[in-house]
């Protein structure tokens, strides 16, 4: 096994074949990229650099670290389960609560270290998750264990500390024993922050509150969670017009629509912002774009629960804030950054044609787009005194061959395999030809299979196929 990833004092991206600083950035072909520090220092022709370590990049495309703005890593356990596969939003809901009832903290260090790994090596380095499950009698610190699995790993993580109050018994949708009640959601989520939010430039921890859903969080809950942000000035993260079931409970439940329902709660503006966001009407994309409340767009969560297409297009015009999101691994079922841009370009032609998204407009999205909703400003372009957070794509492959007349457009349009061949974060090499420097590949995929198998058995599902 490799050792964690070790800092570099300085590294030189040699002649780079396509260097890609930003979506709408020039190219450029030939030029040299100097890393010092955790930041990038200069990019040009023949860079001096003694002492650096080198990296040959003249069959490598470089562009800056995806961002990815919403997840549930723990559910890289729960993927592709037979009894969901074909369920919409509320039945797959209901049905995986029974198994995540069993989530312990070997689960969430394993699915953490699974999803982190996975996302790095298809070229994301910044990351948040929205981790809302803490089951009855698991004492241990959950989001503590997943900044431990993440910095193990050399990623960049914005942990999110979700909450669930409004049980079944509330009227809600999840079983009473994953539900908190306000007084410890609040304490919880202040140690939290007080433990590990760190705001400075360069920081690789953030933490957000992020009450899971309006179906399964108590109005005390929501206020209070908007409350303390604001107190520390820390975001505001939740679940928001996924679905039509989700519209029709908050209209039946609270007699608005769900945004109404969060404007209610005092949560808009530049701190907040929203997975989803499929069913906004006219009014609400315009109260988005001038309160400047973002929204993790999830293309393929959306395609796989039928949940529906958000008007990501009209989003962009209107000056929404809008980043891209794998979603929940047991909603994609994958973790898959890079495919998750070509998703993104596919879905909305579907819907508005081949000129409603291009390559570069999805990088921004992926880039600086996630950069902005999670607070890091310093992440999402190649550029001096920004962070090197960089991913290098190898283009002289079979998959490529053909396609290099636009390189970058390429690694959206093309390719059988969205890995890529080295990551670089906060100035450190933390993939390497493809490996993941930080753990050990093969006994994660063991651990993973063991614990995932584990968990179904308790909850009654059918695992003989399973390792
Ligand atoms: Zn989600």
């Not at 800092?7 to 190219?27: D, F, M, T, W």
């Not at 929940?328 to 819907?351: I, T």
């Not at 420097?437 to 399973?466: K, S």
Request: glycine share 10%; aromatic share 4%; with cysteine.
């Amino acid at each position: 096994m490799k050792g964690t990833a070790m800092p570099e004092q300085k590294i030189l991206l040699r002649n780079i074949y396509h260097l890609v600083s930003g979506a709408n950035a020039a190219r450029q072909r030939g030029v040299d990229l100097l890393v010092e520090g955790p930041q990038i220092a200069a990019v040009g022709k023949d860079l001096a650099a003694p002492g650096a370590r080198v990296i040959d990049a003249s069959t490598k495309l470089v562009m800056p670290g995806l961002v990815n703005t919403h997840h549930h890593m723990y559910q890289t356990l729960q993927r592709n389960v037979p009894a969901v596969q074909n369920a919409k939003l509320f039945d797959w809901l209901i049905a995986l609560y029974e198994i995540w009832r069993h989530l312990g903290p070997d689960a969430i260090r394993v699915s953490t270290t699974l999803a982190c790994a996975e996302l790095l090596k298809t070229g994301c380095t910044t990351t948040a998750d929205h981790h809302y499950v803490f089951p009855e009698g698991v004492t241990q610190d959950l989001i503590g264990l997943q900044f431990e699995a993440a910095a193990r790993l050399g990623m960049r993580f914005c942990a999110t500390r979700g909450s669930m109050s409004r049980g079944k018994r509330e009227g809600g949708l999840p079983p009473d024993s994953v539900v908190q009640d306000e007084e410890t959601i609040l304490r919880s989520s202040e140690e939290l922050i007080v433990a590990h939010h760190d705001a400075r430039p360069f920081s690789m921890k953030h933490l957000a509150l992020a009450p899971c859903s309006p179906f399964s969080v108590s109005d005390g809950a929501m206020r209070d969670a908007a409350a303390l942000a604001r107190k520390h000035k820390v975001k505001l993260h939740t679940h928001l017009a996924e679905t039509k079931d989700e519209e029709a409970f908050c209209l039946e439940t609270h007699g608005c629509r769900p945004l109404g329902l969060m404007e209610r709660y005092g949560w808009l503006g530049e701190d907040v912002w929203y997975a989803h966001g499929v069913h906004f009407d006219d009014a609400e994309l315009r109260l988005l774009a001038s309160t400047k409340t973002g929204v993790a767009h999830c293309p393929t969560s959306n395609m796989r629960l039928g949940s529906g297409i958000a008007r990501v297009p009209e989003m962009r015009a209107l000056g929404v804030p809008v980043g891209l999101a794998v979603d929940g691994s047991a909603s994609n079922d994958s973790s898959d950054m890079l495919g998750e841009l070509r998703s993104c370009l596919m879905l909305h032609r579907v819907l508005g044609g081949a000129g409603a998204i291009t390559a570069e407009q999805v990088l921004e999205l992926g880039t600086v787009g996630g950069a902005r909703l999670l607070g890091w400003p310093e992440v999402g372009t190649l550029e001096p005194g920004k962070a090197a957070d960089i991913a290098l794509v190898e283009m002289d492959r079979l998959d490529y061959a053909g396609a290099l007349s636009d390189p970058l457009a390429a690694v959206i349009f093309s390719g059988c395999s969205h890995e890529v061949h080295t990551v670089i974060v906060n100035g450190k090499v933390v993939v390497e030809e493809g490996r993941v420097l930080g753990v050990d590949e093969r006994a994660l995929r063991h651990e993973a299979n063991r614990i995932a198998r584990q968990m179904l058995e308790r909850a009654g599902h059918d695992t003989r196929w399973m390792m």
